[in-house]
Nanobody
Framework: QVQLVESGGGSVQAGGSLRLSCGAS??????MSWFRQAPGKEREGVAS????????DYADSVKGRFTISHDNAERTLYLQMNNLKPEDTAMYYC??????????????????WGQGTQVTVSS
């Protein structure tokens, strides 16, 4: 079992920045990712990192604005979000330990999820 706890959400104006954190405890894991879900929309993958090799990938909508990182010693996942836009408003979730055969941005592909942290961007 892996326990995940997100923090760092909040309300900012467009163009602002936020840094999300996700602390992990329990068993080991391979990939860690950030997802987000806006009201009435499906949960979508935002960014992912393979903690053992530093491979990472991003959704096209956040490339150049968001940066994912992982501190192996602290077992903490981060998402630095810059130049935020109103369309980034959503509940953000971290996920860990992808199942074999699933792409990183597949909502159904993770064994563990955090409880979510809200990000609201006003125009």
């Amino acid at each position: 079992q892996v326990q995940l706890v997100e923090s760092g959400g909040g309300s900012v104006q467009a163009g602002g920045s936020l840094r999300l954190s996700c602390g992990a405890s329990g068993d080991t894991y391979n990939y860690m990712s950030w997802f987000r879900q806006a009201p009435g929309k499906e949960r979508e993958g935002v960014a992912s990192i393979y903690t053992r090799s530093r491979w990472m990938d991003y959704a096209d909508s956040v490339k150049g604005r968001f940066t994912i990182s992982h501190d192996n010693a602290e077992r903490t996942l981060y998402l630095q979000m810059n130049n935020l836009k109103p369309e980034d408003t959503a509940m953000y979730y971290c996920a860990a330990d992808i199942k074999s055969g699933y792409a990183w941005n597949s909502y159904h592909g993770y064994n563990y999820w955090g409880q979510g942290t809200q990000v609201t961007v006003s125009s």
